[in-house]
């Protein structure tokens, strides 16, 4: 069956500072992954996809991730935080044989701090 | 401007009265869904469409009704709604096309059933 993990609910920076938003996944197959952010009130916002080709993907509002089949990772990263960052971030992964369906992780809260 | 709308966007009811969410797009999309968020569970999938009269259910379906004669609308049906229906629903939409797999969602409608 196809899963996804966070496991950091929460996740705590100081502006100027990277962060990372941990996942990783199961899936059988090559995987699709996702990120989203969603902030308060609002509908979630497509950051960037993994689909194939180079492992180091760039996204929306400077975010970048980078796939790692070996330890079937996907984390999110940025170089320098904003506090405009602060939301809720979720990864979801599709496989290609499993229709369209997103399966999405439990969600890791990013905190940054001024 | 490319957009998935969802009515209404919040809801107070009472159990066993019927309604529905209404959920639009206007981007041509064959795929759309629909999905909870619950804190701590992330987003579950419930029911999605692959087209036109192609209906499937996703990971909790219980409860819930879908229908799609419009390729442009995907309502969600509570017949007899519940308190553990108590929620965020979000609406998606996307294409079918094996480069496009990011999903666009909705505001989102927040439903309390008392």
């Known amino acids: 069956a196809q899963s996804v993990a966070q496991p950091e609910d929460q996740v705590n920076v100081a502006e100027g500072n990277p962060l990372t938003v941990k996942c990783t996944y199961s899936v059988s197959g090559n995987p699709y992954l996702f990120w989203y952010v969603q902030y308060p009130n609002r509908g979630l916002q497509f950051l960037l996809k993994y689909i194939t080709g180079d492992n180091l993907v760039k996204g929306s509002y400077g975010f970048e991730a980078e796939f790692n089949k070996s330890q079937t990772s996907f984390h999110l990263k940025k170089p320098s935080a904003l506090v405009s960052d602060s939301a809720l971030y979720f990864c979801?992964?599709?496989?290609?044989?499993?229709?369209?369906?997103?399966?999405f992780g439990k969600g890791t809260t990013l905190s940054v701090s001024s | 401007e490319a957009q998935v709308t969802q009515n209404p966007r919040y809801l107070i009811t009472v159990t066993g009265k019927k309604l529905t969410v209404t959920c639009s797009q206007n981007m041509n999309h064959e795929y759309m869904s629909w999905y909870r968020q619950d804190p701590g569970l992330g987003l579950r999938q419930i029911y999605y469409?692959?087209?036109?009269?192609?209906?499937d259910k996703g990971d909790v379906p219980e409860g819930y009704k879908v229908s799609r004669k419009e390729k442009r609308n995907f309502p969600l049906i509570l017949e007899s709604p519940s308190p553990n229906q108590t929620s965020l629903y979000f609406c998606a939409s996307s294409t079918t096309g094996i480069e496009s797999y990011e999903q666009y969602f909705g505001p989102g409608t927040r439903l309390t059933v008392t």
């Open positions: 469409s692959m087209n036109v009269e192609v209906t």
């Open positions: 979801a992964v599709r496989a290609y044989q499993a229709g369209t369906a997103l399966i």
